[in-house]
């Protein structure tokens, strides 16, 4: 998938998550989210981790604070109270804003990741018409869903993990000092009667506590991976359909169609709702279990007497809660020469740094779901950047009849473009998925020889115009097919591009390049003109005018755009398919009489036997493979 990698592994259906396959696909998207330190995005991860070290630098200055705070408190010391509320108070700024900068910079690394993504992906898709022939391709269903939610789902969740994995490890780190220092201090004022074993046995003890949890969690977690891959492919599936009745709307309502669609659309949903029902019933039993192993809850109260009544505290009633009791008060019952308002200092700060690090824990141990969910949305983008590199390569994996096949074009009748004429040489026309429509086929087209192409239905006519376009190959590894240098394809469905009238005329050249190619507005609008449209032209405003032309053209006014852009753009061949079939007798005469006046060579495919009069050859499908080519003895129409 990587751009200089030759072999790239297969994506496996069978499981989903963050397994070792799955790892190193991601160290394949990686280099394309990261592909070097001095970059932007490099800018964006140090600032990141700076602000991420900030943050919990900032977490062990609250604790000091709240710790001096309950002791001016049970020392009733109202100046120190000022003090302490001042500090708080006076920290809480640089605090609220180093939390917006870790929003703000988590976002702008997704946007970075995805924009890399998007700009990869995007350029194989559109490249070697990948983009077409991944249509026939039966490994992804809904494309467009991988090149926008999917690639926009892994930007954000690598972002969000790298945050989420990234601040309580410094977190962990920071806490960890400063409570074997605490420790140390706790055990006596002198450095010699000091123990490192005694400072470290809490934390130790907390680590086995933590050890044993993580193993508990991913021994009973459940395959997050697999659940988000499903379910992104059934959310894919519901809009694909709802895109179809969209598409189809007015077919669907001519035949009355709303019942079976309506059927379609909720069993698409029904699928959808059976994903997030499953998903949402293997949450409740491991959110259950997390909670009860990771939960942190330490609230404190503290109140004294007038007879200095111990402190009381609630330390919950979860395993991380007891552990936490146990390392924070292990200290505290063998410290001697302070005072209660000292212990209370110093038992308020360490719950504080315990529960930063009991948080940052929770988090590394809870971000499990988060990487096995990643590594869903890892192997769909994998596998779209194995078909891609499969279409590139000329290779199409099908399943008809539940059958894995592999149709790979590199062996087929090599196709020679800038030619003077069209021409294939023992070339034999099949479908996309490799079925055989012909015989090789042998003939020769020259410039000036219109050619109507027709035969029964199936029998390759539309596929002729693909293979000579490029689009897709014909069979015989000695075949040769001849595409001329300058052609342009009409099909029956005329596209209409986004933009204006004079841009729809001028489509597939950008206006930039047509102002340099001295195509102004008179040529646009003579070519209207010519091919009937000038009453459109009046109607709708003038050639500026921005509509959206699918719903606002009927179809024969839609053939004739594409006849104004022939008549605009002329090219030596035009290869029409149909494209005359909703005009109109009179507007049918009228373009096939421009295009060849304007010295165009006419390779037409349709069933009208009137249009043989257009042209002065005929290619003739018999529907059992072979064809002929023969010149016509009918007057050509003037």
């Not at 342009?488 to 596209?495: E, G, L, N």
């Amino acid at each position: 998938m990587v751009a200089n990698s030759k072999e790239v592994a297969r994506p496996s259906r069978q499981r989903s998550g963050m397994t070792a396959e799955s790892t190193a696909r991601a160290r394949e998207l990686l280099r394309i989210m990261f592909p070097r330190w001095i970059s932007g995005q490099g800018a964006l991860l140090t600032a990141h981790s700076l602000i991420l070290t900030t943050r919990s630098m900032l977490s062990l200055y609250v604790a000091h604070v709240n710790g001096m705070m309950v002791k001016a408190i049970i020392d009733q010391n109202a100046n120190a109270f000022v003090w302490t509320i001042f500090r708080w108070l006076a920290i809480a700024l640089p605090s609220t804003f180093v939390n917006s900068c870790i929003r703000f910079l988590e976002k702008r690394l997704a946007l970075a990741f995805r924009s890399n993504l998007t700009a990869f992906f995007q350029e194989k898709y559109m490249a070697d018409l990948a983009y077409y022939r991944v249509r026939f391709d039966s490994r992804i269903d809904v494309i467009d869903q991988r090149l926008t939610d999917d690639i926009t789902q892994l930007s954000a969740q690598t972002a969000h993990l790298y945050n989420h994995v990234t601040k309580p490890c410094f977190d962990i780190l920071l806490v960890v000092y400063s409570l074997i220092k605490f420790n140390l201090r706790a055990q006596s004022p002198s450095k010699q009667n000091r123990s490192l074993l005694t400072a470290v046995a809490p934390l130790l003890f907390g680590t086995g506590v933590v050890i044993l949890s993580m193993s508990v969690l991913r021994l009973l977690s459940p395959r997050f991976g697999a659940e988000a891959a499903a379910r992104s492919q059934a959310e894919g599936h519901y809009r694909t359909t709802h895109s179809r009745v969209l598409t189809s709307a007015e077919e669907i309502a001519f035949l009355r169609g709303e019942a079976v669609e309506n059927a379609q659309l909720c069993a698409a949903y029904a699928e959808v709702a059976r994903q997030e029902r499953r998903s949402a019933w293997s949450r409740l039993y491991f959110v259950t279990i997390e909670q009860f192993v990771l939960k942190w809850d330490h609230n404190w109260s503290a109140f004294y007497s007038a007879n200095n009544a111990p402190l009381t505290i609630d330390t919950g009633r979860y395993v991380w809660n007891a552990a936490g009791s146990i390392m924070v008060a292990l200290p505290q019952l063998h410290r001697v020469g302070t005072s209660v308002s000292e212990r209370a200092m110093s038992y308020t700060e360490t719950s504080k740094m315990l529960s930063d690090a009991a948080d940052a824990v929770q988090r590394l141990l809870s971000a499990q779901k988060e990487v096995q969910e990643l590594g869903g949305y890892v192997d769909r983008i994998h596998e779209l950047g194995c078909v891609l590199d499969d279409m590139h390569a000329g290779t199409i994996v099908t399943n008809p009849s539940l059958t894995e096949r592999r149709r790979n074009f590199s062996k087929c009748a090599r196709l020679v473009p800038g030619q003077e004429a069209i021409f294939l040489e023992g070339a034999t026309l099949t479908t996309p998925t490799g079925e055989v429509l012909t015989k090789p086929l042998h003939f020769r087209v020259e410039v000036g020889q219109h050619t109507l192409i027709s035969g029964p239905n199936g029998s390759g006519k539309s596929t002729l115009l693909r293979v000579i376009a490029g689009l897709c190959s014909a069979a015989g590894p000695n075949g040769r097919i001849g595409q001329p240098a300058s052609f342009m394809v009409a099909p029956q469905r005329a596209y209409l591009a986004a933009g204006s009238l004079r841009a729809q005329v001028l489509y597939p050249m950008a206006t930039t390049a047509a102002t340099k190619h001295g195509w102004g507005d008179t040529e646009v609008r003579t070519a209207l003109q010519q091919a009937g449209l000038g009453a459109v032209v009046e109607r709708e405003g003038g050639i500026h005018a921005c509509r959206e032309w699918a719903d606002v053209l009927s179809g024969g006014e839609r053939q004739q755009l594409a006849i104004a852009r022939l008549a605009l753009h002329r090219p030596t061949f035009a290869l029409l398919d149909e494209c005359t079939s909703a005009m109109t007798d009179e507007n049918e005469r009228r373009s096939f009489t421009l295009l060849r006046d304007l010295g165009i060579t006419l390779f037409t495919v349709a069933h009208q036997p009137n249009l043989r009069l257009f042209h002065t050859h005929s290619l003739i499908f018999d529907g059992a493979g072979g064809c002929t080519h023969e010149a016509n003895t009918a007057r050509l129409a003037t």
